[in-house]
């Protein structure tokens, strides 16, 4: 059984693969009847191990991934979001599986793309077939059945696009700052392209200003000052 | 914004180009910032110590492992010095 995971468990890196080790401070053990026992003569001490133990989904990577860099519609039109604890997950077994909610509170698209959060056992994106106030509607056989009674919360999110299908009309994957952003980047390609480096240097200033932005929107600093007794107002 | 909208106000004429410039510079702000997070989950083998990073991965942001006393993820610290150990003919 795993314990303190953080303070026992270490990994290196070595090119794509991550090894995986374990802190142990051990001794030899044997197992006498259902007691595991130190043996007296040998001592292992502190040391890194390999895991000693199966653990099912017990490695966690998280890490940023180029993925679906066209969606079919704009972040800011992706704004359709309802939390509630009256909405239930229904099996339709041949049929189409659903999403009830008995308070009729769903106000979706009929192909929207959505995500679950807090379910149990149904967390994860779904593509809706129709969508009405009490019912969301899906292909058959992506939903187990749950009764109401969790807090769930369903949202919107942007449908992806597929490489070979994007066109004009699709849309980058992005907010409207990151956007302009991507619009400086390719001004300062198309500027390299016919030599004019000071005009290249000049748009990547302006697409790293534009990232930099994006992020200091995400944080609210507050600074203060101790106001000196002799400071005029 | 649409990709025909960026086209217009960059000048750019060709779809083919101004997507492949596009996905670069999307590689480029996800690789400096934590625009779009994944999760990958892996089973941890006894006796193994190699796993594979994720495929479409840009940068990594943290390595958890699975503390099944209270089931919880936790954040594990990555070692800074060079393992001794290279190979293991035979491992347990």
């Known amino acids: 059984m795993s314990f303190d995971t953080d303070r026992n468990w270490m990994y290196t890196l070595s090119g ?72 239930a997950f229904v099996d339709g077994g041949g049929g189409s599986d659903t999403i009830t909610d008995t308070a009729n509170g769903f106000d979706f698209g009929t192909t929207d793309k959505i995500r679950i959060i807090g379910s149990s056992s149904n967390d994860g994106d779904y593509q809706l077939t129709n969508s009405t106030a009490g019912t969301l509607t899906m292909a058959t056989g992506l939903l187990t059945v749950e009764s109401l009674g969790e807090s769930i919360t369903i949202y919107q999110i942007p449908k992806s696009v597929a490489d070979a299908s994007v066109d004009e009309s699709s849309h980058v994957n992005l907010n409207r700052m990151l956007s302009l952003a991507v619009v400086d980047y390719i001004k300062a390609q198309m500027k390299e392209s016919v030599g004019d480096l000071q005009g290249k240097e000049y748009c990547m200033r302006e697409f790293w200003k534009k990232l930099g932005d994006n992020e200091s929107n995400k944080r609210n600093v507050s600074m203060t000052f101790p106001a000196s007794p002799f400071a005029i107002k | 914004m649409t990709l025909q909208e960026i086209m217009e106000r960059t000048g750019l004429k060709e779809t083919g180009l101004a997507k492949a410039w596009i996905k670069d510079a999307i590689q480029l702000i996800r690789s400096q910032y934590p625009e779009k997070i994944k999760v990958d989950k892996q089973n941890i083998i006894d006796g193994e110590r190699e796993y594979i990073l994720p495929a479409d991965m840009i940068s990594l942001l ?30 347990e």
């Open chain 1, 16 to 87: 794509r693969n991550i090894h995986l080790w374990q802190w142990v401070e051990t001794a030899a053990t044997d197992t006498v009847g259902s007691h595991r026992v130190k043996l007296p003569a040998e001592y292992y001490g502190k040391q890194l191990i390999y895991p000693n133990e199966d653990i099912s989904s017990g490695l966690r990577v998280e890490y940023t991934a180029f993925s679906e860099p066209f969606v079919a519609e704009s972040l800011e039109d992706t704004s359709s979001r309802y939390s509630a604890s009256t909405i």
């Open chain 2, 62 to 91: 943290s390595i958890s492992v699975k503390d099944t006393t209270d089931n919880k993820y936790k954040r594990i610290r990555r070692i800074s010095n060079d393992i001794v150990l290279k190979e293991d003919t035979e491992p």
